[in-house]
């Protein structure tokens, strides 16, 4: 049976894309609710470019996506189709096929709609993300999730649905072979994984979990399972019900939300409301790294001064020195999950300097490592999304439960004081408009 196109063949405007995907989110929910999903779901990432404010010029995400091999097609300023060259499902050459559409949210932020299948359409953006230094995802860290659960996705009734997702990988205790393994497979893993006897079972902390009930019976125990098991601290991806109709949307951590609602207009208006939400927290922290920093060092230039506020993070769990080697030597290969450069320096068997850069933008970093913590100092004006970055990977893959400060401010206090936007208004306008 020939698959369901994932693309309105003949798009005229973002309105006609509007009413497609508003058709496909009808037939997705309904083949969900019956157990049976031959429509794709609608996939959402929420990716980060560069705010002009940071003594950048920002660049248009087609311009971004040209530059890297996609060809885009404009139906306004903000809403651009884009096509990609490549092969599928055994084809002799490569075909141009529409993949999805960009819509500018801000001069900072876009983001990228499409009905491809999870693992095709995360390869893809990972893709962009690692070839281009101007793009990389907006990263919602388990701090931030967990302050999203509880001042919003717990209080939506106890009576509904929710889904929490927890992703630790202790990948640096494991040989350096294998190591490298994991970080270039692309697949996500089956659902019945534990059931395959005959697949290999490398001996190293993997937390791969998650908790699905209604929400009130959540909330009472999740506080109590994190206390008892290290690993539920590194809070993945976040199911959140819909607030004006059925189903809900699923947040992962690098900015991937997936609509199980029964209408485009929700998933939309669910992304802005996120974005909005991400756009608050990364600015808040910006504003209180760059104040503290003033505090401490008034009148210092960024071209004379090497200093810059600190991230701390603290290992609740210091890893063992085989480990802290292991991750020190992978930490900064040329693709590597914290998307970092540099040369470390031993100033003992557990602490390392680096002198490094970060390949989004391409801004300095100050890193010292131990098996501790990790300290990075951040001169001014680097853009917030790498101290989230920092943060959720450290968390996946180094240590599952962290204390971070940025200068003398708890990283928690400063998800908490944002928490999340008010509820998106701004509706898919018109989306039965008349195209004349």
């Known amino acids: 049976?020939?698959?369901?196109?994932?693309?309105?063949?003949?798009?005229?405007?973002?309105?006609?894309?509007?009413?497609?995907?508003?058709?496909?989110?009808?037939?997705?929910?309904?083949?969900?609710?019956?157990?049976?999903?031959?429509?794709?779901?609608?996939?959402?990432?929420?990716?980060?470019?560069?705010?002009?404010?940071?003594?950048?010029?920002?660049?248009?995400?087609?311009?971004?996506?040209?530059?890297?091999?996609?060809?885009?097609?404009?139906?306004?300023?903000?809403?651009?189709?884009?096509?990609?060259?490549?092969?599928?499902?055994?084809?002799?050459?490569?075909?141009?096929?529409?993949?999805?559409?960009?819509?500018?949210?801000?001069?900072?932020?876009?983001?990228?709609?499409?009905?491809?299948?999870?693992?095709?359409?995360?390869?893809?953006?990972?893709?962009?993300?690692?070839?281009?230094?101007?793009?990389?995802?907006?990263?919602?860290?388990?701090?931030?999730?967990?302050?999203?659960?509880?001042?919003?996705?717990?209080?939506?009734?106890?009576?509904?649905?929710?889904?929490?997702?927890?992703?630790?990988?202790?990948?640096?205790?494991?040989?350096?072979?294998?190591?490298?393994?994991?970080?270039?497979?692309?697949?996500?893993?089956?659902?019945?994984?534990?059931?395959?006897?005959?697949?290999?079972?490398?001996?190293?902390?993997?937390?791969?979990?998650?908790?699905?009930?209604?929400?009130?019976?959540?909330?009472?125990?999740?506080?109590?399972?994190?206390?008892?098991?290290?690993?539920?601290?590194?809070?993945?991806?976040?199911?959140?019900?819909?607030?004006?109709?059925?189903?809900?949307?699923?947040?992962y951590q690098e900015g991937r939300i997936t609509n199980r609602a029964d209408t485009f207009e929700d998933h939309r208006n669910m992304v802005r409301y996120l974005y909005r939400t991400y756009r608050t927290v990364l600015e808040h922290t910006e504003q209180s790294a760059w104040f503290a920093f003033e505090q401490h060092h008034p009148g210092a230039s960024t071209r004379t001064s090497h200093k810059g506020v600190p991230l701390i993070i603290e290992f609740k769990e210091p890893l063992s020195a085989a480990t802290f080697e292991r991750w020190i030597s992978l930490a900064f290969r040329k693709r590597n999950v914290f998307r970092l450069w540099g040369n470390p320096i031993y100033l003992g068997p557990t602490k390392v300097h680096v002198y490094g850069a970060d390949r989004h933008l391409w801004q300095p970093i100050n890193l010292e490592m131990t098996k501790s913590r990790l300290v990075a100092v951040l001169p001014k004006g680097t853009c917030g999304n790498t101290f989230h970055r920092l943060v959720a990977n450290v968390q996946r893959y180094v240590c599952p439960k962290v204390e971070v400060w940025l200068g003398e401010t708890p990283f928690r206090e400063l998800m908490e004081s944002v928490g999340p936007a008010e509820p998106s208004g701004d509706a898919v306008p018109a989306l039965n408009r008349s195209r004349d």
């Open 1 to 251: 049976m020939k698959a369901p196109p994932i693309a309105p063949q003949t798009a005229r405007d973002r309105f006609d894309v509007y009413r497609f995907f508003n058709g496909m989110s009808e037939e997705a929910k309904a083949g969900l609710d019956s157990h049976y999903t031959r429509t794709p779901l609608v996939k959402t990432f929420l990716l980060e470019h560069v705010a002009a404010r940071r003594g950048r010029v920002p660049r248009s995400p087609a311009d971004i996506l040209q530059g890297l091999g996609a060809e885009t097609q404009p139906l306004d300023d903000e809403f651009h189709e884009v096509r990609v060259w490549e092969n599928r499902d055994g084809e002799s050459r490569p075909q141009r096929r529409t993949v999805g559409y960009v819509e500018r949210y801000s001069e900072r932020f876009f983001a990228y709609y499409t009905a491809d299948g999870a693992n095709e359409a995360k390869r893809l953006v990972e893709r962009w993300v690692a070839r281009s230094p101007d793009l990389d995802c907006t990263w919602f860290t388990s701090h931030f999730l967990h302050t999203l659960w509880n001042r919003d996705v717990s209080e939506r009734g106890d009576d509904r649905f929710g889904k929490l997702i927890f992703r630790h990988e202790s990948v640096f205790d494991m040989p350096t072979d294998e190591v490298l393994a994991i970080e270039n497979d692309d697949t996500e893993e089956p659902a019945d994984e534990d059931l395959d006897e005959d697949r290999p079972d490398l001996e190293r902390r993997t937390v791969r979990s998650e908790i699905k009930d209604r929400i009130g019976p959540i909330r009472k125990v999740l506080e109590k399972l994190q206390d008892t098991y290290v690993p539920l601290n590194s809070l993945y991806g976040l199911r959140i019900p819909s607030a004006v109709g059925r189903g809900s949307h699923d947040l």
